[in-house]
C-alpha cells in the first residue's frame, strides 16, 4: 500500500467529509484510474469504522451521457442512489452521465468528483492548508456574489465580459463535504453568468479535456451571447472543434460555467480537475450545465457530454476592482487572510 497517502486520504475522509461510523461509502472508479488512491481511501473508511463499497467498471469510450452506453446503469444507480457518501475517482468522469443524475435525486447525498486522481496530484491538492484556503475563498466569494460585471483577460489574447445573475450561487469548493449535496476537489469556484451577456475571445492556453489534454498551442474561441461561433488555431482547435461536431448537439457549444482555479498544490497535468484549479486560471465548462448552478431555469434538452478549457496567468476584474493580474493575487484585502 501507498502508505505516503494516508495522510491526505485521512483529510479527504476526516477533515473534507467528516464521514461518521456505519456510513455507507460508495467508491466509483474505472480501469485507468489510479487504484492505490482508491485503496488509501477506502482504508480510512474503514479506520472510521464506516463501510465502504467499490464499484468499479470497465472504461467507458465518452465521459458524462457519452458514457452511458458502455455503463450497467441500472445497477450502478440502484447502488449510488443508496449511498451516504459517494467519493468518484472515475478516469472516464461519471459526474453527469444518468447514473449521476438517478444518484443525486438522493437529496441527502454527499458526492465529490475527484476523477482520474493520481497519487502525486492526491498529495498535491488536498494535503494543504484547508482553513487558510476556506477563509480566503469564502471572502472571495462574497466579493462575487454581489457583482454585477466581471472581464478577464489573459496574456494570450483572452478578453471576456459577462454579467452576473443576481439569482445564481458562486459554488464554492473549499474543502467542506460535510453537507449533502456536489462538491469537487478543494480550490476551485464556479457559477454561470446570464448566458446571453458572455462576449468577446476565449483563448485556452492550459489545456482542454475533453477531448485535447494539455495543449502546445493556444485554441481561441470567438463568443457571442454565449455561444461559440468560431475556433481558431492549428490542429488542436481543429481537433477539439470536431469532437464538438460530433455530438450534433446545439447545447455543445454553449458555453455552461466559469471557474477561477485556487488551489495552490496544483500544476498543469493534463488532468482537468487539476488543471482547473492552477492558481490564479480561469476556466470555461462548456456544454452540459449542472442543475445546481442555475436553479432560476430548467432545461429540457440537456448537451450529451461537457468538457473545460484553461486559461492560463489570468486577470480578474470585478466591477472594475482588480483581483488577479495575469495570474498573481493583487486584491491586498484578499491577500492578507493568505498570510501566515
Known amino acids: 500500500m501507498r502508505f505516503d497517502l494516508s495522510r491526505a486520504a485521512m483529510k479527504l475522509v476526516c477533515d473534507i467529509f467528516k464521514i461518521k461510523p456505519n456510513e455507507e461509502v460508495a467508491i466509483t472508479y474505472d480501469t485507468l484510474s489510479h487504484f492505490p488512491v482508491v485503496e488509501a481511501v477506502a482504508s480510512e473508511v474503514v479506520r472510521v469504522s464506516a463501510k465502504p463499497l467499490l464499484l468499479s467498471v470497465p472504461a467507458p469510450r465518452g465521459v458524462g451521457?457519452?458514457?452511458?452506453?458502455?455503463?450497467?446503469?441500472?445497477?450502478?444507480?440502484?447502488a449510488l442512489q443508496s449511498a451516504d457518501v459517494w467519493i468518484?475517482?472515475?478516469?472516464?468522469?461519471?459526474?453527469?452521465?444518468?447514473?449521476?443524475?438517478?444518484?443525486?435525486?438522493?437529496?441527502n447525498l454527499r458526492y465529490m468528483c475527484l476523477v482520474g486522481m493520481d497519487e502525486g496530484m492526491f498529495l498535491r491538492t488536498l494535503d494543504i492548508d484547508l482553513e487558510k484556503l476556506a477563509g480566503f475563498m469564502k471572502a472571495l466569494a462574497e466579493i462575487l456574489g454581489t457583482a454585477k460585471q466581471v472581464r478577464i483577460t489573459n496574456p494570450s489574447g483572452t478578453d471576456v465580459k459577462f454579467r452576473n445573475h443576481p439569482q445564481r450561487p458562486v459554488v464554492c469548493d473549499y474543502g467542506d463535504a460535510s453537507k449533502?449535496?456536489?462538491?469537487?476537489?478543494?480550490?476551485?469556484?464556479?457559477?454561470?453568468?446570464?448566458?446571453e451577456s458572455i462576449n468577446g475571445k476565449i483563448v485556452f492556453d492550459g489545456s482542454i479535456v475533453p477531448p485535447v489534454?494539455?495543449?502546445k498551442e493556444p485554441v481561441t474561441l470567438i463568443v457571442e451571447e454565449g455561444r461559440i461561433v468560431e475556433?481558431?488555431?492549428?490542429?488542436?482547435?481543429?481537433?477539439?472543434?470536431?469532437?464538438?461536431?460530433?455530438?450534433?448537439?446545439e447545447g455543445m457549444f454553449k458555453l455552461a460555467h466559469i471557474s477561477l482555479g485556487l488551489n495552490p498544490g496544483?500544476?498543469?497535468?493534463?488532468?482537468?480537475?487539476e488543471d482547473e484549479r492552477v492558481w490564479g486560471c480561469s476556466e470555461w465548462g462548456i456544454g452540459y450545465i449542472s442543475e445546481d448552478l442555475i436553479p432560476d431555469k430548467v432545461y429540457t434538452d440537456q448537451a450529451p457530454s461537457?468538457?473545460?478549457?484553461?486559461?492560463?496567468?489570468?486577470?480578474?476584474?470585478?466591477?472594475?476592482?482588480?483581483?488577479?493580474?495575469?495570474g498573481n493575487l493583487v486584491d491586498e484585502e484578499l491577500r492578507k487572510l493568505l498570510e501566515d
Open 306 to 326: 461537457h468538457c473545460d478549457g484553461v486559461c492560463l496567468n489570468s486577470t480578474i476584474v470585478v466591477d472594475e476592482r482588480a483581483i488577479f493580474v495575469d
Open 231 to 249: 475556433i481558431v488555431g492549428g490542429n488542436q482547435a481543429r481537433q477539439f472543434e470536431s469532437w464538438l461536431k460530433s455530438f450534433k448537439h
Open 65 to 78: 451521457k457519452a458514457a452511458d452506453p458502455d455503463l450497467p446503469l441500472k445497477s450502478l444507480s440502484a
Open 180 to 195: 449533502p449535496g456536489i462538491h469537487m476537489l478543494p480550490g476551485q469556484m464556479s457559477w454561470t453568468p446570464i448566458e
Open 266 to 273: 496544483a500544476r498543469l497535468s493534463g488532468n482537468v480537475l
Open 88 to 107: 468518484e475517482f472515475n478516469k472516464q468522469w461519471l459526474l453527469y452521465s444518468s447514473a449521476f443524475e438517478a444518484a443525486v435525486k438522493n437529496r
Open 213 to 215: 489534454g494539455v495543449l
